[in-house]
């Protein structure tokens, strides 16, 4: 019998490119799919999928979640809190664990540099404790961590909210743009990427590279949130520049607030520290193994950008 794939939460960016490119990899019959909203997975369930419902912020939906799950790919909880999100992690491994799932794929992200443990970035803070609690229950399941890079398609995040619908020449940051960049990646390459993991390791366990490992999956190439402004702005036709400001100044800007706001705390000084790992170099480092698991070169950013916003 070919053992059970299992996306939890499947209907989301990131959920919904694995899924996706999992259906072309596998019959729909070996997946069971996971999702707060089970009405949005309809179509992979006429092709075949199993479904259910469960959901991060109700703990009891997590019981029995998984029961029948062989390999459970774990995308992150939605937001930049740390203990919360953290212990929705934890609580969603537990009862992984209970239901005998034998391998967690999980979802983490590209700051802390190649492969550390340490970054400055608070939105880094739950990745790190959930990777720590993973590799802590190794005898009782095997693990993988996905640092999936910073995606193309966030560019707004690291902005100030740019909106290409109505843009400003000005992007106010805490960061020059100079230095250290990011190696910006399409979400759906690292869809695409993630699920051919996954797949690698259903085929063979025994010969899976990533065994109780973390892989960075990131684009090919460094660009400076300088270049990263004059890209979009080449994109609508406007010359952009960042104007450097303080952290209190960003986080006073009208924008801000409701955009970093997580069960009622306003995080955006938080928030703030990613521009700090970014001067550190923690979003800069390219990796080889994306473009190695796609078996061709992943989608630069300048085509990404102009699929996305060129036509605006």
Same mark, same amino acid.
């Given at each position: 019998?070919?053992?059970? @794939? $299992?996306?939890?939460?499947?209907? $989301?960016?990131? $959920?919904?490119? /694995? ?94 540099? &190649?492969?550390?443990?340490?970054? *400055? ?19 009782? *399941? %095997? ?9 193309? !398609? ?13 843009? /400003? ?15 910006? /990646?399409?979400?759906? &390459?690292? $869809? ?6 996954? *797949? %690698? ?10 065994? &109780? ?15 990263? *402004? ?13 104007? !450097? ?10 924008? @801000? ?44 950013? !300048? ?10």
């Amino acid at each position: 019998m070919s053992p059970i @794939i $299992g996306v939890f939460p499947a209907s $989301g960016g990131l $959920g919904s490119s /694995v899924v996706n490119h999992l259906k072309t990899l596998v019959p729909a019959s070996q997946l069971l799919l996971i999702a707060r909203h089970p009405e949005k997975l309809v179509a992979s369930s006429r092709e075949g999928a199993s479904i259910r419902q469960a959901d991060y912020d109700i703990p009891s939906s997590l019981t029995n979640a998984f029961d029948g799950v062989d390999v459970l790919m774990l995308i992150s909880y939605a937001s930049f809190e740390v203990q919360h999100r953290a212990e929705a992690h934890k609580l969603a491994i537990n009862a992984a664990i209970a239901s005998g799932v034998k391998h967690i794929f999980y979802s983490s992200l590209g700051f802390a540099g &190649n492969l550390s443990d340490e970054s *400055v970035a608070h939105v880094m803070g739950a990745h790190l404790l959930t990777e720590n609690y993973l590799a802590a229950q190794k005898d009782k *399941v %095997s693990y993988t961590s996905i640092r999936e890079g910073l995606y193309s !398609e966030s560019f707004p995040i690291y902005t100030a909210w740019f909106d290409p619908k109505s843009p /400003v020449e000005e992007i106010t940051i805490p960061h020059s743009g100079d230095g250290p960049g990011v190696s910006w /990646v399409k979400q759906d &390459n690292l $869809g695409e990427a993630t699920a051919r993991l996954i *797949v %690698s390791y259903v085929t063979n366990p025994t010969r899976f590279s990533y065994l &109780n490992e973390k892989v960075l999956l990131s684009g090919q190439r460094e660009i400076s949130l300088t270049e990263t *402004v004059e890209i979009i702005g080449r994109t609508i036709g406007k010359k952009l520049r960042i104007k !450097e400001i303080s952290v209190d100044q960003y986080v006073d800007l009208p924008q @801000i607030g409701d955009k970093h706001t997580y069960h009622g705390i306003d995080l955006s000084r938080e928030w703030s520290t990613a521009w700090q790992a970014i001067r550190n170099g923690e979003a800069a480092t390219v990796s080889l193994a994306l473009k190695d698991i796609l078996g061709r070169e992943p989608e630069d950013y !300048e085509t990404t950008i102009q699929n996305l916003i060129g036509n605006i």
